[in-house]
């Protein structure tokens, strides 16, 4: 399988620490992920610096990986990502991480799909509200934006599942994104 390149969205202040794990998985190659001194000089600039870095990133980009922890939904750039990736003809997968653990051996509330009551285009929510779960895991297999998540709560247990799937999920994303005019 070929070794996709892909854009993590995730918000920062909660998950940079589940998001590090998933990125070292080793099967994805991924932009940069800021340090804690690196996001803080580029959030404290304009608006329009942070689009810039999120557009230059994106374009060497086949799929967007949304980490969904507790408040990813609510993520203002969260939002700007989906919408850029869904514009540019990107796969979008969502993949719930709340039950990794952080660097204090601690879980987090599962947070909202970042993907309910989104709008992009008509296109874009037709595929979102018109479909539903294949199964208890929430895979979305006939969604631009497919979403999973594991119901087993150890993090070791979703670490694996996670590892075990994430080839899988990003490429039926780029095929499902195919299938639509860009």
Same mark, same amino acid.
């Given at each position: 399988m070929v070794k996709r390149q892909v854009f993590f969205s995730f918000h920062f202040?909660? +998950?940079?620490?589940?998001?590090?794990?998933?990125?070292?998985? @080793?099967?994805?190659e991924a932009q940069p992920i800021f340090s804690d001194n690196g996001w803080e000089k580029v959030r404290l600039k304009s608006d329009t610096s942070i689009k810039s870095w999120i557009d230059s990133e994106m374009k060497r980009r086949s799929c967007l990986i949304v980490l969904i922890g507790s408040e990813t939904a609510s993520r203002k750039w969260i939002r700007y990502e989906i919408e850029q990736a869904w514009l540019q003809g990107k796969g979008i997968v969502g993949i719930y991480i709340h *039950?990794?653990?952080?660097?204090?051996?601690k879980h987090s509330e !599962? @947070? =909202? /799909?970042? #993907? *309910?009551?989104?709008?992009?285009?008509? =296109? #874009? *929510? %037709?595929?979102?509200e018109n479909d539903?779960?294949? +199964?208890?895991?929430?895979? !979305?297999? *006939?969604?631009?934006? =497919? =979403? %999973?998540?594991?119901? #087993? %709560?150890?993090?070791? #247990?979703?670490?694996?599942?996670?590892? /075990?799937n994430i080839e899988r999920l990003i490429e039926e994303a780029i095929q499902i994104r195919n299938r639509y005019p860009k």
């Open positions: 202040s909660n +998950d940079v620490w589940r998001t590090g794990q998933i990125r070292n998985i @080793g099967v994805i *039950n990794l653990e952080d660097t204090q051996g !599962k @947070g =909202t /799909n970042p #993907f *309910n009551n989104f709008c992009v285009d008509k =296109t #874009f *929510n %037709y595929i979102v539903s779960p294949a +199964d208890s895991n929430e895979i !979305k297999l *006939n969604s631009i934006c =497919t =979403t %999973y998540n594991s119901d #087993f %709560y150890t993090s070791k #247990f979703v670490y694996e599942d996670i590892k /075990n």
